[in-house]
């Protein structure tokens, strides 16, 4: 629901109908123009009555929101929103490429890989320390260890690390210590998971999951700010499809379609969605010609001997020459500023 408020409405007047209405669980969200303000309203409302409502007297009328998704949907939220992290801004204009290896596996490795994916302009470092593997006897990840190794390349090269959480078990640590929690593909739909990420109140990169609609995974962003977070990135990772050429299929219309329907920025992860280090650029330039906010790339400094993902890996001279062609790209989609 979305109360429309008078002309001229004074913040005193809204006062009461948003006290109203937290005290009866709804998370309320202002929406401001120029010369409209209205009220979004996101929870059960099945116990307001819309006459109870109507008697407050600055509105004007209530206008049912027909999505599921309320705090994630452009009709609560406009303009496009943006997520900063550490000085940098992903969405509402702002561009970002976050780059790194699939796993942590030793110092030497991830702070060359961060020093040299810094140099070639990429402004976050990925890393997994904790990995979702199919088969219980493949490399898991470091752990802890993995995290406190990532803790290093950030120290030593000044970029923000996104890390992915698998479980609440170290929620305190993640709380503390990352900049971007990633919840992965095979988590979109843990909803316990969700709720405790979003009650962290830190930037959220939210993956696709790989049978998973759009609209669940505007869903699943809608668990994550119902906790209070309003910093999500979404990111379309490729889907299941029969096509069997690539390892996933790499849903390019996400990005058109979850800009118009939600206020969130969109990264693209071109190394999960293809499966090979050949497609990488190709469809990272793809991404960027269709508008997103970001891209996700595996690198690694010797892909062959990765212990996780070398085939999607690209290497960081790859890495570089694609963030020229990406700057290309982006300098023709930039929406262009008015002076
Ligand atoms: C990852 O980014 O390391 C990862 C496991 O991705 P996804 O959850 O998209 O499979
Ligand atoms: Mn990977």
């Not at 939220?77 to 992290?85: E, G, K």
């Not at 969700?194 to 962290?200: A, F, H, I, S």
């Amino acid at each position: 629901m979305i109360l429309i408020l008078k002309p001229n409405t004074q913040p005193d007047e809204v006062a009461p109908i948003e006290a109203f209405l937290t005290s009866n669980g709804i998370i309320v969200q202002d929406i401001v123009g120029e010369s409209t303000h209205m009220i979004g309203m996101a929870g059960d409302t099945t116990g307001i009555s819309e006459d109870k409502l109507l008697r407050f007297n600055c509105v004007e009328r209530i206008v049912h929101v027909q999505e599921p998704y309320k705090l994630a949907g452009r009709k609560f939220r406009p303009a496009d929103s943006a997520v900063n992290i550490a000085g940098r801004t992903i969405g509402a204009g702002g561009f970002e490429v976050i780059a790194g290896p699939c796993s942590v596996e030793n110092q030497e490795q991830i702070v060359s890989i961060a020093k040299d994916v810094k140099a070639s302009g990429a402004g976050l470092l990925r890393g997994g320390a904790f990995k979702p593997r199919t088969s219980p006897y493949a490399f898991q990840g470091l752990g802890l260890d993995g995290l406190n190794l990532l803790k290093i390349a950030r120290e030593q090269t000044g970029l923000p690390i996104v890390t992915e959480i698998m479980s609440q078990e170290y929620i305190d640590v993640f709380a503390r210590d990352v900049d971007v929690i990633q919840v992965g593909a095979r988590n979109m739909q843990n909803f316990t998971l969700l709720r405790l990420v979003g009650e962290m109140r830190k930037p959220v990169l939210l993956k696709r999951g790989l049978s998973s609609t759009l609209v669940e995974l505007l869903m699943a962003a809608e668990y994550v700010m119902s906790g209070g977070c309003t910093q999500v990135i979404l990111c379309e990772r490729g889907i299941r499809t029969f096509e069997t050429a690539t390892r996933n299929t790499l849903d390019l219309s996400a990005i058109p379609v979850l800009k118009s329907r939600s206020h969130l920025p969109v990264v693209i992860d071109p190394s999960h969605a293809t499966g090979y280090w050949q497609l990488v650029a190709p469809m990272s330039l793809a991404a960027v010609a269709a508008g997103c906010d970001g891209l996700i790339i595996e690198v690694h400094n010797h892909p062959e001997k990765a212990l996780c993902d070398g085939a999607q890996s690209i290497t960081p001279g790859q890495f570089s020459e694609l963030m020229d062609k990406i700057k290309r790209i982006r300098d023709i989609v930039r929406p262009t500023v008015s002076t």
